[in-house]
């Protein structure tokens, strides 16, 4: 199985921040990678499919970069309504994936 | 606009049985692959299950295989996920997730799959094995 390592587990940041997580893949994954936001009671919402594509109607603040065994999200300018848990996804197979751990983004 | 709706969780002994059902609208429910995705209490994302858009090809996490079974009705846009043997670590709430078609030079791109990014999401429901 793939497993699929987020760093850091939770970050402090501030109103206006730039703030990036990474993902790291045991094994290549092309760029079969999602990211995910989710706010506390909430179903996760997809921000990012195939690395680097935005899903429609996410802000442009938000984007995702890499390919193998490296990715990350950058936030570019961190949101009241960004601070959530984040999580990557890999679906280099057909049949199975599997998610990060998961990233805080807490207040500063 | 897409709309998963789950239902049938609920407070179970270790060793009993459940049903859980994801009645979905606002899409061609037939086209979409979809699968269970559930979340412990204060943990992260679990893939559980995964069924093709026919129903013909059904994927499992090893840590439900042989106790879990996914499957679904297309005349009733319904996603099922049988649960037997269960137990306290299947406590958690499930979700039912949409796998979205992505097309590339006007192809759709990994059409096979049953998995992938998951663009719609239900409310969730949640499942406590317990004595």
């Known amino acids: 199985d793939i497993q699929m390592t987020q760093s850091p587990s939770t970050l402090s940041a501030s109103v206006g921040d730039r703030v990036t997580i990474t993902c790291r893949a045991s094994q290549s994954i092309s760029t079969w990678l999602a990211w995910y936001q989710q706010k506390p009671g909430k179903a996760p919402k997809l921000l990012i499919y195939t690395a680097s594509s935005l899903e429609g109607g996410v802000p442009s603040r938000f984007s995702g970069s890499g390919s193998g065994t490296e990715f990350t999200l950058t936030i570019s300018s961190l949101q009241p309504d960004d601070f959530a848990t984040y999580y990557c996804q890999q679906y280099n197979s057909y049949s199975q994936t599997t998610f990060g751990q998961g990233t805080k983004v807490e207040i500063k | 606009e897409v709309q998963l709706l789950e239902s049938g969780g609920g407070l179970v002994q270790p060793g009993g049985s459940l049903r859980l059902s994801c009645e979905a609208s606002?899409?061609?429910?037939?086209?979409?692959?979809m699968s269970w995705v559930r979340q412990a209490p204060g943990k992260g994302l679990e893939w559980v299950s995964g069924?093709?858009?026919?129903?013909?090809?059904?994927y499992y996490a090893d840590s439900v295989m042989g106790r879990f079974t996914i499957s679904r009705d297309n005349s009733k846009n319904t996603l099922y996920l049988q649960m037997s043997s269960l137990r306290a670590e299947d406590t958690a709430i499930y979700y039912c997730?949409?796998?979205?078609?992505?097309?590339?030079?006007?192809?759709?791109?990994?059409?096979?799959?049953?998995?992938?990014?998951?663009?719609?999401w239900g409310q969730g429901t949640m499942v406590t094995v317990s004595s």
């Open positions: 069924i093709g858009g026919s129903g013909g090809s059904a």
């Open positions: 997730a949409k796998v979205e078609k992505r097309m590339a030079r006007g192809i759709i791109i990994r059409g096979p799959a049953t998995v992938g990014d998951f663009d719609s």
């Open positions: 606002g899409f061609t429910f037939t086209s979409y692959a």
